[in-house]
T-cell receptor, first 114, second 111 residues
Framework: KAGVTQTPRYLIKTRGQQVTLSCSPISGHRSVSWYQQTPGQGLQFLFE???????NKGNFPGRFSGRQFSNSRSEMNVSTLELGDSALYLC?????????????FGSGTQLSVL | DQQVKQNSPSLSVQEGRISILNCDYTNSMFDYFLWYKKYPAEGPTFLIS?????DKNEDGRFTVFLNKSAKHLSLHIVPSQPGDSAVYFCAATGGTYKYIFGTGTRLKVLA
């Protein structure tokens, strides 16, 4: 089975722009979660989607949004980028998203905001 | 507030010795704990987990210990190998909480 695929691997944007990141989960996995990793902050939960519905949301401003398609692929959007949005964005998938399921992560998208 | 804490940002250990990585949590609702390992330029990969009904889980060189009364878990790696050099994240789930991660500990195993 192919793993979780995230595109693009690297992105450079300027303040005020918007960005869309893409995630293809493992085949058969219906839950997709997004995390932001910054130095010293660990992995901060952004949101989780299951069957095209946002099921959980972390403590991030409304500039961060996402969606999930019928094939379980997910996109994350950040509007009006700020310097502090520079981070590694990780996508993870699991079969049903129950709380004790293992997460399988992609390699991430490294976003730099200049 | 950080509900899952890894107070040691880094740790260096000689090859062949034991590595002990620690994690503390504050929320009594957490009932399942996991450790993930992350190499540079890769996503985290699952290492080992433990349910709150247990106090120890072992998988090869990796053992996780859970002390519920102290709200503390630790990961032991014996013997440590240079390939174990990575960042280790502990994570907790339970109740309405989905995967709260710690800030990570960078382990360096010296040859």
């Amino acid at each position: 089975k192919a793993g979780v695929t995230q595109t693009p691997r690297y992105l450079i944007k300027t303040r005020g722009q918007q960005v869309t990141l893409s995630c293809s989960p493992i085949s058969g996995h219906r839950s997709v979660s997004w995390y932001q990793q910054t130095p010293g902050q660990g992995l901060q939960f952004l949101f989780e989607y299951f069957s095209e519905t946002q099921r959980n949301k972390g403590n991030f401003p409304g500039r961060f949004s996402g969606r999930q398609f019928s094939n379980s692929r997910s996109e994350m959007n950040v509007s009006t980028l700020e310097l502090g949005d520079s981070a590694l964005y990780l996508c993870a998938s699991s079969e049903t998203g129950t709380h004790n399921e293992k997460l399988f992560f992609g390699s991430g998208t490294q976003l730099s905001v200049l | 507030d950080q509900q899952v804490k890894q107070n040691s940002p880094s740790l260096s250990v000689q090859e062949g010795r034991i590595s002990i990585l620690n994690c503390d949590y504050t929320n009594s609702m957490f009932d399942y704990f996991l450790w993930y390992k992350k190499y540079p330029a890769e996503g985290p990969t699952f290492l080992i987990s433990i349910s709150s009904i247990k106090d120890k889980n072992e998988d090869g060189r990796f053992t996780v210990f859970l002390n519920k009364s102290a709200k503390h878990l630790s990961l032991h790696i014996v013997p440590s190998q240079p390939g174990d050099s990575a960042v280790y994240f502990c994570a907790a789930t339970g109740g309405t909480y989905k995967y709260i991660f710690g800030t990570g500990t960078r382990l360096k195993v010296l040859a």
